[in-house]
Structure formats: structure tokens, C-alpha cells
């Protein structure tokens, strides 16, 4: 059973950063295209970067220049580097493995930006 599991949220002021790790459990990360989405209340849930398997990455415009997208796949782990947050950048934060017919998400994380 492939599990995915987000830690890393918090509360930050804004101009801060935070990374997230998502650690995969039950089956290889190289195998999967990996994002990360966020979800703000009242909002439908956004891609905010994504990453493929052999490194090519993409993102949403309004986080282009600030956050980064890795993937470690001897560990497991993709990370989303987040830098210069904003309060518009609050929102639960998810992982998501996909592989066609096959697509996972962990729990969340929550990132919150504010003073």
C-alpha cells in the first residue's frame, strides 16, 4: 500500500520560508510524477509544483522564482522549498503521487503566513 506522509507546516511570518518533505512508503518514488497542491478555505485545490521523473519540473505562476520542487528518490522524499511567503500562500498543502491510473495523496500539512 503506497502511503504518502507531508510534515514540515507551520506558522511563518511573511517574508519567511519553509521546506516540506513528503516521505513515500510502499513503493518507489521514481516510478511516479510527484506534486505538490495546496488547498485554501473556500478554494478549489491548485497545483502549485510538480515534478517528473527525470527531473523536469513545473510550476504554478504565482510561486515561479520563490518555491523549488526536489525529489530524493534514494530516500524517497519530495521536498517543496518554499521562499518569500505571503499571506495568500496560507493554505493545506498535499502530496500526490501519480502514475496514470494510479494516483495518491497524503494527509496535508498546514501552512499558515502571517503576523
Known amino acids: 500500500q503506497v502511503q504518502l506522509v507531508e510534515s514540515g507546516g507551520g506558522l511563518v511570518q511573511p517574508g519567511g520560508s519553509l521546506r516540506l518533505p513528503c516521505a513515500v512508503s510502499?513503493?518507489?518514488?521514481?516510478?511516479?510524477?510527484m506534486g505538490w497542491y495546496r488547498q485554501a478555505p473556500g478554494k478549489q485545490r491548485e497545483l502549485v509544483a510538480g515534478?517528473?521523473?527525470?527531473?523536469?519540473?513545473n510550476y504554478a505562476d504565482s510561486v515561479k522564482g520563490r518555491f523549488t520542487i526536489s525529489r530524493d528518490n534514494a530516500k524517497n522524499t519530495v521536498y517543496l522549498q518554499m521562499n518569500s511567503l505571503q499571506p495568500e500562500d496560507t493554505a493545506a498543502y498535499y502530496c500526490?503521487?501519480?502514475?496514470?491510473?494510479?494516483?495518491?495523496w497524503g494527509q496535508g500539512t498546514q501552512v499558515t503566513v502571517s503576523t
Open positions: 510502499g513503493s518507489s518514488l521514481s516510478i511516479y510524477v
Open positions: 500526490n503521487a501519480d502514475r496514470g491510473v494510479f494516483r495518491y
Open positions: 515534478i517528473t521523473g527525470g527531473g523536469v519540473t
